[in-house]
Every structure is written in C-alpha cells, then in structure tokens.
C-alpha cells in the first residue's frame, strides 16, 4: 500500500512564524504536491515537484515555497505566516507516468492567530 | 483557467436508492478523469477513475465519460449510509490534477 505521512494532523502558529509543514511518501513516486483545501473552494494546487529539486508553481503559490531535496520528501514553507493562510493542507504524490491517480496524506489542519 | 464544475447539493437519497453525480470539465486536452471520495475531516481516497469514453464499473460504482459533451458522472447502486461524504471529481492534464469543490451526498437510512 502506498503510504504518505505528514508530519502533524493539527497545527497552531502565530502570525509572523516561519512555518515547515512535511510530507513523505514510501513508493518512490516522481511527481508530489501540495494543495490546500477552504469550504467552497475545493482543492487548489500550490506547488508540485516532478523530479529532485524540481519545482512548479501552481495557481496560489504566493507566499508560499517548496523545497525537494530526497526523492521521498517534499516540503511546505509559509515564510511569514498570515491570518488567511489558515486552511486544511493536503500532500499528494502519484508515479511520473501513466493514469495514476494522487495519493493522499491524511492532511495538516493549520490554524494562524 | 482549466475547470471542474460540480452541483455542490446537498444530495439527499434513501437508503438503497441510486445517486448521481455529474461533473463538467473545460479542458478537452484532458487525460483522465477521477473520482474521489471525501470524509468529513480526512483526506480524499480514489473510487474510480476513467479515462476512455463509455462505462466503467466497479462494484456498486459506475463512471460514465463522455468527451464530447465534456461530461464525466459517477452512479452509486443500492446506495448506503456509509456513502454519506463528498465527492470529488477531478481531471488531469499532464502532471497536474484540476478538482472541482465536490458534491455534498447524505444517504438517509
């Protein structure tokens, strides 16, 4: 079975904090992502990763960055965490090619005061 | 803008009954086409996917996909209080994964 962890179910930062939120995936997937999911607004692409140390933006990444250094791991950074970046974010990973669906973690419930 | 378009509902059936629910997509350049399913509180996990136009069934899931109308829906059989989630429905398009906001579906036993 595939298996994708992140590293907290719940989280609570202050305004202002550099925030790390990690994902690991076993099944040595090429392609990961990160999107975040708010009512109404469905799941929305941040940023996924392709390769090592590949990166693309995907349609919120503003104030957001990515870091891949092992194949297994992709990681979150809100520089500067801000109020409106209080949301439920999810990490995924699938294999670079074919019909493959996404697999998901079980998610990262931040909240920003 | 590539985009999914779902009836947000709530979708209401009676216990046993068949749910349907529909999905449009914008880009015609899409590959395949998945169903996901949602707890409230979890993570979204696979029920189908699809890809070639017709039905796909598995168990009590049917997806049906039609391109040409840019249509892809997903019926439930004998459906159970257990179905009770969200329903996601997404599309992709090379390596990136386009979701619509899900349909809301209660099964009332």
């Known amino acids: 079975d595939v298996k994708v962890t992140q590293s907290s179910r719940y989280l609570v930062k202050r305004t202002g904090e550099k925030v790390f939120l990690e994902c690991v995936q076993d099944?040595?997937?090429?392609?990961m992502f990160w999107y975040r999911q708010d009512p109404g607004l469905g799941l929305r692409l941040i940023y996924f990763?392709?390769?090592?140390?590949?990166?693309e933006k995907g349609d919120i990444p503003e104030g957001y960055s990515v870091s891949r250094e092992k194949k297994e791991r992709f990681s979150l950074i809100l520089e500067s965490a801000s109020t409106n970046q209080t949301s439920m974010y999810l990490c995924?990973?699938?294999?670079?090619?074919?019909?493959?669906?996404?697999?998901f973690g079980p998610g990262t419930r931040l909240t920003v005061t | 803008q590539k985009e999914v378009e779902q009836n947000s509902g709530p979708l209401s059936v009676p216990e046993g009954a068949i749910a349907s629910l529909n999905c449009t997509y914008s880009d015609r350049g899409s590959q395949s086409f998945f169903w996901y399913r949602q707890y409230s509180g979890k993570s979204p996990e696979l029920i189908m996917f699809?890809?070639?136009?017709g039905d796909k069934e598995d168990g009590r899931f049917t997806a049906q996909l039609n391109k040409a109308s840019q249509y892809v829906s997903l019926l439930i059989r004998d459906s159970q209080p257990s179905d009770s989630a969200t329903y996601l429905c997404?599309?992709?398009?090379?390596?990136?994964?386009?979701f619509g906001t899900g349909t809301s579906l209660t099964v009332i036993p």
């Open positions: 699809i890809y070639s136009n």
């Open positions: 995924a990973s699938r294999p670079g090619t074919g019909v493959y669906e996404q697999y």
């Open positions: 099944m040595d997937h090429e392609n």
């Open positions: 990763s392709y390769d090592v140390k590949m990166k």
């Open positions: 997404a599309f992709r398009t090379g390596n990136q994964f386009y």
